[in-house]
Nanobody, 116 residues
Framework: QVQVEESGGGSVQSGESLTLSCVIS????????MGWYRQAPGGQREMVVGRTMGERQTMYARSVKGRFTMSRDNAKNTLYLQMNNLKPEDTAIYFCNHRDPENDYWGQGTQVTVSS
């Protein structure tokens, strides 16, 4: 059973930065998609950044492009989301997602709150 755990959320002021981490308990041998999603209060879960294997580019939501960067440390089975110049509209629960051909793995999320 693969466990997914996000961390690094918190409460910050507008313009500040946070780095989220997502640790996967076991190596996933065939990752078809990985990414970060978020869900604001009363809203739907939306993709912030994602990479689907076979596609040339990592896709960023227009609202975060140029401010957020996704990276991965394969040796540590850890996915990161560097978030710079945070804005109040970035306030949400952030979820990490990994997908293999048979399963969709989600964590419990980490709360990010940005005040103006």
């Amino acid at each position: 059973q693969v466990q997914v755990e996000e961390s690094g959320g918190g409460s910050v002021q507008s313009g500040e930065s946070l780095t989220l981490s997502c640790v996967i308990s076991k190596k996933i041998f065939t990752i078809v998609h990985m990414g970060w999603y978020r869900q604001a209060p009363g809203g739907q879960r939306e993709m912030v950044v994602g990479r689907t294997m076979g596609e040339r580019q990592t896709m960023y939501a227009r609202s975060v492009k140029g401010r957020f960067t996704m990276s991965r440390d394969n040796a540590k089975n850890t996915l990161y989301l560097q978030m710079n110049n945070l804005k109040p509209e970035d306030t949400a629960i952030y979820f990490c997602n990994h997908r293999d051909p048979e399963n969709d793995y989600w964590g419990q999320g980490t709360q990010v709150t940005v005040s103006s």
